[in-house]
């Protein structure tokens, strides 16, 4: 496990916590249903809080995505619901 969230479903944000192991070279990608890449997030290095804050999505509409969380060749894959 990369990392650890703290809602499945969102609004306009999406808050996790990263494990130890994994806090440099971290990469997050959001897909919608049809398997599109709606936002990315890279980051080569963490601030020393190991919650991340994925701001800007309220622009996404309302649906299912699937969010991955990859790390080298560490990757997970979470169903994820934006709503109102």
């Known amino acids: 496990m990369i990392a650890k969230l703290k809602s499945s479903t969102f609004i306009d944000t999406l808050r996790f916590e990263l494990l130890a192991q994994h806090r440099k070279l ?32 309220n622009d996404l509409p309302y649906g299912v995505y699937t969010l991955v969380l990859s790390q080298g060749e560490d990757e997970v894959k979470l169903r994820m619901v934006k709503r109102v």
């Open 26 to 57: 971290f990469k997050a990608v959001l897909h919608d249903d049809q398997g599109s890449v709606c936002s990315q997030l890279d980051t080569s290095s963490l601030p020393d809080s190991s919650e991340i804050t994925w701001s800007g999505l």
